[in-house]
């Protein structure tokens, strides 16, 4: 790398070495990342182009780029994720929310004509908050309860919630799913582990060695955490409550079939963006 760099310079230089590494965004994560080491949006970067990189960004564009190197996750490097047009802090003990997420909160909202007036919403495996949070954001009559067993999730998800002015309709709390809550709730949302253990060879290293393994796999089938969530949550429905999951995208008829045993009576499916199944709905009573 130069020593003495422009913008971009250092974005092309960048670029280079992401390609020769067989990164798969290598531009866009070169113009990401130099536009945060010299503090300005990727979109103005072309326009500065010319403009010289102090010694101490030029540091720090090294500093990046060698973490990227590494497979670290542009959204680990900078600590904080876009997901539905709101910005998440991310720590170790959370996911790096993605967007095919986002059609659980698509899915989510869609019932808001079903259900007027305030209701209330439990988040189960919350991470960052990003499910929970991003549905409140649009849905001002409802509140919500978030619960993870990784105190550090919880800790970020309550952060979260206060960079975002929900904190008066948001509550996060450690637990391991519905063990010990009594209230009933109008929505049931989750986006628990579901990737296969023989599946993590499969992984990009973003994933792998940097998302924690015990949001990313459901046991052998992927299917552990359905089977301890979806009974658990049943009590805590509201009757003619819905229940929210994200699934794989082959594990829908394995998903419903233990809704089924569970007593709930599924709904429909909801496909991402991809045309992959990757939300089931079913509701209680």
Not at 67 to 91: A, Q, T, Y
Not at 128 to 152: F, N, V
Not at 249 to 267: D, R, W
Request: net charge negative.
């Amino acid at each position: 790398m130069a020593h003495d760099w422009t913008i971009g310079g250092a974005v092309n230089d960048l670029t280079k070495e992401f390609t020769e590494a067989g990164l798969d965004t290598p531009r866009l994560d070169a113009r990401i990342l130099v536009g945060a080491a010299g503090n300005l949006e990727p979109s103005l970067l072309f326009a500065r182009a010319d403009r010289a990189l102090s010694a101490e960004e030029a540091t720090t564009v090294r500093a990046f780029a060698a973490r990227r190197l590494k497979h670290e996750p542009v959204s680990r490097i900078l600590g904080h994720r876009e997901f539905w047009g709101l910005d998440f802090k991310l720590n170790a003990a959370t996911l790096d929310p993605r967007p095919d997420t986002e059609t659980l909160v698509s899915a989510a909202l869609a019932r808001k004509a079903q259900y007027p007036g305030p209701r209330r919403i439990l988040d189960l495996g919350t991470g960052t908050g990003c499910i929970l949070l991003a549905i409140l954001s649009e849905w001002p009559e409802a509140t919500g309860l978030g619960i993870d067993r990784a105190p550090q999730a919880v800790e970020g998800a309550t952060d979260n919630a206060a960079r975002l002015g929900l904190t008066p309709r948001a509550a996060f709390r450690e637990g391991n799913w519905c063990d010990g809550l009594e209230e009933r709730f109008d929505l049931i949302v989750s986006n628990p582990p579901y990737i296969a253990l023989g599946e993590a060879a499969a992984l990009s290293p973003d994933v792998v060695r940097f998302d924690p393994h015990p949001a990313l796999f459901g046991g052998e089938d992927g299917l552990e955490a359905y089977r301890a969530l979806i009974p658990a949550a049943k009590p805590r429905l509201q009757e003619g409550g819905l229940l929210l999951l994200e699934i794989g995208a082959t594990q829908a008829e394995g998903v419903e079939s233990l809704l089924v045993a569970a007593g709930f009576a599924p709904e429909s499916r909801v496909f991402d963006l991809g045309g992959k199944t990757r939300v089931v709905t079913a509701r209680f009573g």
